[in-house]
């Protein structure tokens, strides 16, 4: 099972994996929090960006092969101007949703299901979100109710990431908002990641999962990250988006794994 602030986060941060374990006969789940009705799109009028957002997470969860997709239905808590915690929210906002209700819902999910495995994020939340760093802390006492035992938390290796964004910056101008300093703290440290997954026989379906959520390609006053990474042609896209990194917390640091089942020590 795969558990998600938002739709568009799966295609973003986890989409080789699933496509991946989907394509070796596991059953592939994916639950997402909230509809991401708060995001950035360019919407005509009479559309509900809830509506289409679920929609897209549909197409991408069928390019992936997933065998259901369900959402919890709580509020997208949506983000401040500045990053942090939005004022102005739902009432139903997942960030102010309590812990044990929400772990609960998502508990009963993995059992029904008989789970084998939840990825979630690490602690940070990826970059931040207040829905993302939720997804962590739901999805961890869910697994503990639920008895899961194996728990996977989807980031992103920063060390390069870093590196890669000062050497673009030398060459492209980020908008004046963007501070490649953030991405300092944000994800995980190389020394951290237990499960680095090559993803590239699948990066057709990644690709397809990505393009699915086209409402989120557009909107805003600058480029949308998803808009991006679907400019990136075929071969480059591969060994950009090839791999694919994971956490497990009850493994020691220094474990590098290759598939999400691998055992440690082998």
């Known amino acids: 099972m795969f558990f998600h602030a938002h739709p568009d986060d799966e295609a973003l941060l986890t989409a080789g994996t699933m496509a991946m374990l989907a394509a070796e006969g596991h059953r592939v789940v994916l639950v997402v929090a909230t509809a991401g009705e708060r995001g950035l799109a360019e919407m005509r009028p009479g559309e509900a960006l809830g509506e289409t957002r679920m929609k897209e997470l549909y197409a991408s969860a069928a390019a992936l092969g997933c065998a259901r997709v ?55 939340g990826g970059y931040g979100h207040p829905d993302h760093v939720q997804v962590h802390r739901v999805g961890r006492r869910a697994a503990e109710i639920a008895g899961t035992e194996i728990v996977l938390e989807a980031t992103v290796n920063r060390d390069p990431l870093v ?91 220094g474990a590098r794994l290759r598939h999400p089942f691998d055992r440690w020590p082998k």
């Not at 500045?82 to 009963?108: Q, V, Y």
């Not at 030398?170 to 300093?181: H, L």
């Not at 909107?219 to 990194?245: C, H, I, N, Q, S």
Request: aromatic residues 8%; proline residues 6%.
């Open 163 to 253: 590196k890669l964004l000062k050497a673009a910056g030398k060459v492209y101008r980020f908008p004046p908002e963007f501070d490649v300093r953030t991405f300092e703290s944000a994800y995980s440290s190389s020394e951290t990641i237990t499960h680095r997954v090559n993803v590239r026989r699948y990066a057709r379906q990644k690709r397809a999962a990505m393009e699915a959520h086209a409402s989120q390609a557009t909107g805003g006053d600058t480029d949308r990250t998803l808009a991006v990474m679907l400019k990136v042609p075929g071969p480059l896209y591969r060994l950009v988006f090839g791999t694919e990194w994971f956490v497990r917390r009850d493994l020691p640091p």
């Open 70 to 124: 369900e959402c919890l239905g709580y509020g997208d808590s949506g983000l401040s101007p500045k990053g942090g915690i939005a004022e102005e929210r739902p009432d139903n906002a997942f960030i102010d949703a309590d812990t044990e209700k929400a772990a609960t819902a998502l508990a009963d999910i993995l059992r029904e299901e008989r789970a084998d495995l939840l990825s979630i994020y690490d602690p940070a």
